[in-house]
T-cell receptor
Framework: ETGVTQTPRHLVMGMTNKKSLKCEQH?????MYWYKQSAKKPLELMFV???????ENNSVPSRFSPECPNSSHLFLHLHTLQPEDSALYLC??????????FGSGTRLTVV | EDQVTQSPEALRLQEGESSSLNCSYT??????LFWYRQDPGKGPEFLFT???AGEEKEKERLKATLTKKESFLHITAPKPEDSATYLC??????????FGAGTRLTVKP
């Protein structure tokens, strides 16, 4: 495996479900990010982790809960989501805030 | 506040018809300007980084240029496989990254 891997690629969940998105980076980078991408809108930064420590939380609702157990893995735990949370969720990694590399994303649909 | 505006929102070209995509920005101290290509259902793929006004970079049919207020991505003699969404992002000196909404390019054979 190379680069940044995200699973699952697609996810459909009901508003009462709990699910998790997974991201793994194989680049030896020291920072990882969650972004939300909605149609015709710029990427929105959600969370930043540097060396496993969360350094940024961009006023994201508490129904999104990140977890970074080590510098290679990042999770986004989802619960009681709303239909407007449907989007492409992208994970990225960087080394000292350079060389941003993105995963292929998880297409989330909330029904 | 840092801002990135890309235009046009969508662009349709005939194969071989050269054109340019625009990225206008305001940032409190530019660390770098980035261009990415994004195919449907995939994450953004890095194309170029530009650091200072006057800098240019080329890759195959693509050429990126930078001024103090904007960047252009010039596409020369595009092919259908160049169809994608092109994203621009600026990074400020505090390392904050801000993305534009993208230009969706379609190249017809």
């Amino acid at each position: 495996e190379t680069g940044v891997t995200q699973t699952p690629r697609h996810l459909v969940m009901g508003m009462t479900n709990k699910k998790s998105l997974k991201c793994e980076q194989h680049l030896g980078h020291n920072a990882m990010y969650w972004y939300k991408q909605s149609a015709k809108k710029p990427l929105e930064l959600m969370f930043v982790y540097n060396f496993k420590e969360q350094t940024e939380n961009n006023s994201v609702p508490s129904r999104f809960s990140p977890e970074c157990p080590n510098s290679s893995h990042l999770f986004l735990h989802l619960h009681t989501l709303q239909p407007e949370d449907s989007a492409l969720y992208l994970c990225a990694s960087s080394q000292d805030s350079t060389d941003y590399t993105f995963g292929s994303g998880t297409r989330l649909t909330v029904v | 506040e840092d801002q990135v505006t890309q235009s046009p929102e969508a662009l349709r070209l005939q194969e071989g018809e050269s054109s340019s995509l625009n990225c206008s920005y305001t940032v409190s101290g530019l660390r770098g300007l980035f261009w990415y290509r994004q195919d449907p259902g995939k994450g953004p793929e890095f194309l170029f980084t530009l650091y200072s006004a006057g800098e240019e970079k080329e890759k195959e049919r693509l050429k990126a240029t930078l001024t103090k207020k904007e960047s252009f991505l010039h596409i020369t003699a595009p092919k259908p496989e160049d169809s994608a969404t092109y994203l621009c992002a600026v990074q400020a000196r505090n390392n904050d990254m801000r993305f534009g909404a993208g230009t969706r390019l379609t190249v017809k054979p």
